[in-house]
């Protein structure tokens, strides 16, 4: 009669810690869950935040050309043109298309530097440059994704 208290007891103990084991594991990846999510909505925040700011440099850039100018360097889909254009175009060798902006420093995540890059040819549907923005973090090792 006694070994059967022992048995229940030791039932009731096992029982009980994997009860709680359970929970323990439930509470873990509840938290887990929520803190990877937070990591992950924080950097695709800074990386927009990051973009953003370049847009406006890239904006800023483009407001001061003249309304020809800005038609001729869309519609070869380049940034600028370092020498003059010959009616309305700009050689091969003057054509930039690239733009890097400014360094952007992100408060605990280092200093990033941002390079639109805008490509073409115009796409045949909707008759649009392609702009794309690269983040680099210039070594500092930091995780920003968009």
Same mark, same amino acid.
């Given at each position: 009669?006694? =070994?059967? +208290? ?25 938290? /887990? ?15 927009? /935040?990051?973009?953003? #700011?370049?847009? #406006? %440099? $890239?904006?800023? @850039?483009? *407001?001061? +050309? ?13 940034? &600028?043109? =370092? ?15 690239? &733009? ?5 420093? /992100? %408060? ?16 045949? %549907? ?7 923005? %690269? @983040?680099?973090?210039?070594? *500092? *090792?930091?995780? $920003?994704?968009?």
């Amino acid at each position: 009669m006694l =070994k059967n +208290k022992k048995g229940a007891a030791l039932l009731q103990v096992l029982l009980v810690t994997v009860v709680l084991a359970g929970m323990a594991t439930m509470l873990l990846r509840a938290s /887990l869950s929520r803190a990877t999510t937070a990591r992950q909505t924080r950097r695709t925040i800074s990386a927009q /935040l990051l973009v953003n #700011a370049c847009m #406006a %440099e $890239v904006n800023a @850039i483009w *407001s001061a +050309k003249t309304p020809e100018a800005f038609a001729n360097d869309m519609r070869q889909c380049i940034m &600028y043109c =370092k020498a003059g254009t010959v009616g309305g175009n700009c050689a091969t060798d003057s054509r930039v298309t690239s &733009y890097t902006c400014q360094n952007i420093t /992100l %408060e605990g995540s280092g200093t990033y530097t941002v390079t639109a890059t805008m490509s073409g040819p115009q796409d045949s %549907e909707s008759g649009q440059c392609s702009l794309t923005y %690269e @983040i680099n973090d210039n070594g *500092s *090792s930091a995780s $920003v994704e968009l």
